[in-house]
């Protein structure tokens, strides 16, 4: 993916691929109030081609992405700005000041998120530390103009003429989708402060379930947290492995540890 994330679900799209198959199958529309890097949304879009896409995020950076690939001449836009290698310095502008301009803020999402290890944007500990003395070397390795401007393209041709993107908080968006089926991937509820630029409190994450278990249908992914199933408790949850969380070592090192998250079905 061309946006990397926090607890992006690229990686799990074939464990996924059952319950998008109940969610979707003969549905004429499909929405996500939580877009991110938009892997599931790639997902769905390659295997329902008549499938119309409604994509929300509360990131303006994110839903400018979206909007520039919807359009084949932003989506152009964006694959020559990309050809300018990003600094240290115009990453910190973009996580400072937002641009006004749509192919701005799309170059600054792919900077923002190709130059924060494993997308996690807040945690100092993958940003290069304090110093920032490794993130130069990290920036270089992760800016490919060619493959990004391929994936741009390939976005394109799977979403033109039948995306909707739209910025709002995931609460308002599901309120207002109640009746399509929807995928939703909120940030994390323990440690979702410290990972994203938009992250929610508790108690908005306990609105965004009281909505949605009132939808037709929906697949929630979430951190495996005590939380999680007092708000969702009633509703069938499963759980599968992962391997994307942070935490630090008795060396005062981070790692990645095994994790398991849940997915809620309404």
Same mark, same amino acid.
Request: with cysteine; proline share 5%.
């Given at each position: +993916? ?19 198959? $109940? #969610? ?24 329902? &081609?008549?499938?119309?896409?409604? !994509?929300?995020? #509360?990131?303006?950076?994110? %839903?400018?992405? $979206? ?9 152009? !836009? ?7 290698? &990003? ?24 900077? @923002? ?29 992760? $800016? ?7 994936? @741009? ?5 799977l979403v033109a003429g039948r995306l ?5 908080? !995931? ?8 009746? @399509?089926? +929807?995928?939703?991937? &909120? &940030? ?11 992250? +929610? ?19 929630? %992914? ?8 007092? +708000? ?30 849940? @997915?809620?079905?309404?």
């Amino acid at each position: +993916m061309v946006l990397k994330n926090a607890g992006s679900k690229s990686r799990y799209l074939t464990l996924l691929d059952p319950y998008f198959s $109940w #969610l979707v199958d003969g549905e004429s529309a499909y929405g996500e109030p939580c877009v991110a890097g938009g892997s599931t949304l790639i997902r769905l879009a390659e295997k329902y &081609p008549h499938l119309r896409l409604l !994509a929300n995020d #509360l990131n303006p950076y994110v %839903t400018a992405f $979206w909007e520039a690939v919807s359009r084949k001449e932003t989506a152009e !836009a964006l694959c020559e700005r990309l050809k300018e290698i &990003p600094t240290l310095q115009s990453r910190a502008e973009f996580l400072h000041h937002e641009p006004h301009d749509l192919i701005e803020r799309a170059y600054g999402a792919v900077v @923002i998120a190709r130059t924060s290890r494993s997308g996690i944007v807040r945690a100092k500990m993958f940003n290069g530390g304090r110093d920032e003395t490794h993130l130069g070397k990290h920036l270089l390795e992760h $800016w490919n103009p060619d493959f990004m401007c391929r994936e @741009i393209r390939r976005y394109h041709q799977l979403v033109a003429g039948r995306l909707v993107v739209s910025q709002v908080d !995931a609460r308002l968006f599901a309120e207002s989708h109640l009746r @399509i089926p +929807m995928f939703v991937d &909120p &940030p994390y509820v323990k440690e979702g402060h410290k990972l994203y630029r938009c992250s +929610m409190s508790l108690d908005e994450h306990r609105a965004l379930a009281t909505t949605l278990k009132r939808a037709r249908a929906a697949v929630i %992914t979430y951190d495996h947290c005590p939380e999680v199933l007092k +708000m969702y408790a009633g509703c069938r949850i499963d759980q599968f492995p992962t391997s994307y969380s942070a935490d630090r070592t008795p060396s005062n090192n981070y790692q990645l540890k095994q994790l398991n998250e849940l @997915i809620v079905i309404i």
